[in-house]
């Protein structure tokens, strides 16, 4: 599985950005998918998951209510809508991809449970 993450850039405190995440070599309503991010020196944290068909999400609760992740099966696309954006949102996203699969569909929050990633991209709010 290949991802390539985009949509990234400089933006205001207050305003909004959305990050795309286009996935290939796999069918992807087989794919689990989420989004993580990371600061320098600290480990991936989990920001948002969402389930195959995109009918089920779930969010650390830094980002609920400010951020929405979403996919389009037929684009092969993942996405994360960031609303009111804070300075300390910045720093790089990644997309992850699982084959996850179970019949019902949980949570998957640890970045160590998905073998797939995108390469990145970078969000700067500044203030």
């Known amino acids: 599985v290949q991802l390539q993450a985009s949509g990234g850039g400089l933006v205001r405190a207050g305003g909004s950005l959305k990050l795309s995440c286009l996935a290939s070599?796999?069918?992807?309503?087989?794919?689990?998918m989420g989004w993580f991010r990371q600061a320098p020196g600290q480990e991936r944290e989990f920001v948002a998951g969402?389930?195959?068909?995109?009918?089920?999400?779930n969010y650390v609760d830094s980002v609920k209510g400010r951020f929405t992740c979403s996919r389009d099966n037929s684009k092969n696309t993942l996405y994360l809508q960031m609303n009111s954006l804070q300075p300390e949102d910045t720093v790089v996203y990644y997309c992850?991809?699982?084959?996850?699969?179970?019949?019902?569909?949980?949570?998957?929050?640890?970045?160590?449970?998905?073998?797939?990633w995108g390469q990145g991209t970078q969000v700067t709010v500044s203030s």
């Open positions: 969402i389930s195959w068909s995109g009918g089920s999400t």
């Open positions: 992850a991809a699982v084959a996850y699969g179970e019949s019902l569909y949980r949570p998957i929050t640890s970045a160590r449970d998905y073998p797939w």
């Open positions: 070599g796999r069918a992807f309503s087989d794919l689990v």
